[in-house]
């Protein structure tokens, strides 16, 4: 292929798309790390889900975003980690994805079923590849929301285990996606 150059070297080029400077030199390497949790329910299956950039781990948790070399956010779930899924190749480093998401996915925003790993997998996917994360990965979470939302079904039988995190109230993907391609148009921070 072309020359070799960092993802950091690649992001100070000439800014071209991320998918087509990749074209030219060898790009970061994105994957999507998922690990199934709970029971195997055809259609409705949760899952934990992490993005892999050139062998770092990023994922959301309670903590806000954290990195590491080891997948330790599925090695600590049962039958983890899970699936690890080639996704492409970017310009765009890590260290970039997370300076820019860091400010939507603050360490104690956390909530289980409205803003939660699999929000900010598909946020950082976008970032980096634009591309989404498959619904499959969400459909669980998103029918327990509308449940919540509507009639409290998930805190009742969670047993109060589940609030939702005040902090989650205005939250939204589609709004941080949208505002991730925008600043991509307009070449803002990309």
């Known amino acids: 292929m072309g020359s070799s150059f960092s993802c950091e070297e690649l992001e100070n080029s000439d800014r071209k798309s991320a998918a087509f400077t990749t074209l030219y ?3 970061c390497r994105i994957e999507l790390a998922a ?4 029971p195997k329910i055809p259609g409705i299956q949760a899952y934990h ?3 892999v950039v050139d062998e ?5 948790s309670f903590d806000g975003i954290t990195e590491s ?16 899924t080639y996704m492409g190749l970017t310009s765009i480093s890590g260290k970039s994805m997370m300076s820019y998401l860091k400010a939507h996915f603050r360490r104690g925003t956390y909530d289980l079923l409205r803003k939660n790993c699999n929000s900010f997998t598909d946020c950082a996917l976008f970032y980096l590849l634009d591309h989404r994360l498959d619904p499959k990965y969400r459909g669980l979470e998103q029918i327990g929301h509308a449940a919540d939302k509507h ?14 995190n005040p902090e989650a109230n205005k939250f939204s993907v589609e709004a941080i996606v949208r ?5 991509k148009a307009n070449e803002a921070g990309f």
């Open 69 to 84: 070399r080891d997948l330790s956010s599925h090695l600590r779930l049962p039958g983890g980690p899970g699936q690890v």
């Open 49 to 51: 889900t992490s993005v």
């Open 25 to 27: 030199t060898q790009g």
């Open 179 to 183: 505002q991730i391609n925008k600043d």
């Open 151 to 164: 009639a409290n079904l998930v805190q009742t039988l969670s047993g109060g285990d589940y609030t939702p």
């Open 56 to 60: 770092i781990e990023y994922s959301f």
């Open 35 to 38: 690990t199934p949790l709970g």
